[in-house]
């Protein structure tokens, strides 16, 4: 192995321990307690070091978001392949990503709720983006009418399914309804579809 091999995989292991351990604290602690000289006493590095690799806490809150888009979409996918039907793919994808936003709490927040530097809906949002769209563009697209953009509808699926989630997340709905409110938002995007 050339030097110039190991020193990019030595860089590319510090950056997973960054992101790591910045996702490890936020979901024990919160995003306010992810601070570059925390995150730098974690790892045992120096902050020049943290900061060879990230700009600061915003970078890394984004490379968190990457990645967590991309475990969303890794199970919105095993979700939807496991179903069948309109009716049962769209509450196996809506019910993936409700149990992923109250699974990791802070990492969803980083995801959609945080300001991050990440171009969602642009040619250039990273690939994870693109792949978490579709799996809910997937789930989609057979229950869109003729003449509806597909597109739009996954957005405004995605929307009734974050918005859901925010609120209950935040008690202003009550858990113990969420599978109904789920079922009713299901049962709309598929009215005679099925």
Do not use: C
Not at 77 to 86: F, L
Not at 101 to 125: G, K, N, S
């Amino acid at each position: 192995m050339s030097i110039q091999t190991r020193r990019e995989r030595e860089r590319a292991e510090r950056e997973r321990l960054i992101v790591t351990a910045a996702r490890e604290l936020a979901e024990a602690e919160g995003w306010d307690a992810v601070t570059t000289r925390r995150l730098a006493a974690e790892i045992e590095y120096s902050q020049p070091v943290l900061y060879s690799h990230f700009k600061g806490k915003d970078a890394i809150m984004t490379a968190v978001a990457v990645q967590g888009i991309e475990e969303l979409g890794d199970e919105m996918r095993a979700a939807r392949a496991a179903a069948s039907g309109a009716r049962e793919t769209l509450a196996a994808v809506g019910g993936a990503y409700t149990a992923f936003a109250l699974r990791r709490p802070a990492l969803y927040d980083a995801m959609f709720t945080h300001r991050v530097d990440l171009p969602f809906a642009t040619p250039e949002a990273p690939a994870a983006l693109w792949a978490a769209f579709n799996e809910l563009l997937g789930a989609v697209e057979p229950v869109a009418a003729q003449g509806e953009d597909p597109g739009l509808l996954a957005e405004t699926f995605w929307a009734g399914l974050h918005g859901l989630v925010t609120l209950m997340r935040s008690g202003r709905l009550p858990e113990a309804a969420h599978q109904e409110r789920l079922a009713l938002l299901i049962g709309h995007f598929t009215a005679g579809r099925d």
